[in-house]
């Protein structure tokens, strides 16, 4: 039996990502966690975002976003195996302001696919604090490969490589696909792979566990349907049950 973390920058990324595989991987005993990075609150001391604002609109879950997503977060990880969820405190992109400022990191949405912030960057190191603290000595770490540059994949990514072990990678759904983007770019070449064929009970855990993320369905979809048959056609292009080591 293995043990494998899932970093995921937000709440919704792994199971958008790779969620058969990881109903897999626990289906066949391995032990399975999924750790979210920016799973913060916003800062007490400062007026929600403009654009933070906009998205808790399209989201209408009310008041105390992080906690009702971190509990959409937790319905979906029991459907999928996962045995542990552990969450960071930083919080998402939308909610920062830069350091000992009233400026917003996000106002509107291509900023989000930016680079950190220098005065950022000490979130690299905290973040790579907690993931060195928490790993267990004998795991398979496994970090998006932050395909489409958002700025908390790459905060995750950069953090997870910063500890000088080998990791695994999964590719960023929905940015493969929605995106302007060949997988290929972001590969080395030759890469080690693993994979896991997705079973119709993998694929339908999948989509069941999206579901319960419910508040981020009108962003990305139509409807729940339109989720559905987008994940099924994911499926079928072999990069949400891949990954690859570098």
Not at 64 to 84: F, T
Not at 224 to 242: F, H, L, Q, V
Request: proline share 7%; glycine share 6%; charged share 25%.
């Amino acid at each position: 039996m293995k043990t494998w973390i899932f970093l995921s920058a937000h709440f919704d990324d792994v199971v958008l990502s790779a969620g058969g595989l990881v109903w897999e991987l626990a289906r066949r005993g391995d032990r399975v966690e999924i750790w979210t990075i920016c799973a913060g609150d916003p800062p007490a001391d400062k007026p929600l975002t403009e654009y933070a604002q906009l998205l808790h609109g399209f989201w209408n879950i009310g008041e105390d976003v992080p906690r009702k997503r971190s509990l959409e977060d937790a319905a979906c990880c029991d459907i999928l195996g996962a045995s542990v969820y552990r969450r960071y405190t930083v919080p998402d992109n939308i909610y920062r302001y830069l350091p000992m400022s009233d400026e917003p990191v996000i106002k509107e949405s291509e900023d989000q696919m930016k680079p950190l912030e220098p005065d950022e960057s000490y979130l690299i190191h905290s973040v790579t604090d907690f993931i060195r603290k928490n790993l267990p000595e004998i795991c398979e770490l496994v970090a998006p490969l932050s395909i489409g540059s958002h700025r908390d994949h790459i905060l995750t990514r950069t953090a997870a490589e910063r500890l000088g072990v080998q990791i695994w990678h999964y590719a960023d759904y929905p940015y493969l696909i929605y995106g302007e983007h060949v997988l290929a770019d972001w590969l080395p070449v030759d890469p080690e792979t693993f994979s896991l064929e997705i079973s119709p009970s993998g694929l339908k855990a999948w989509k069941d566990g999206f579901s319960c993320q419910r508040s981020q369905i009108p962003l990305l979809w139509v409807d729940e349907d339109d989720m559905r048959a987008s994940i099924d056609k994911y499926m079928k292009s072999g990069n949400g049950y891949t990954l690859w080591k570098f």
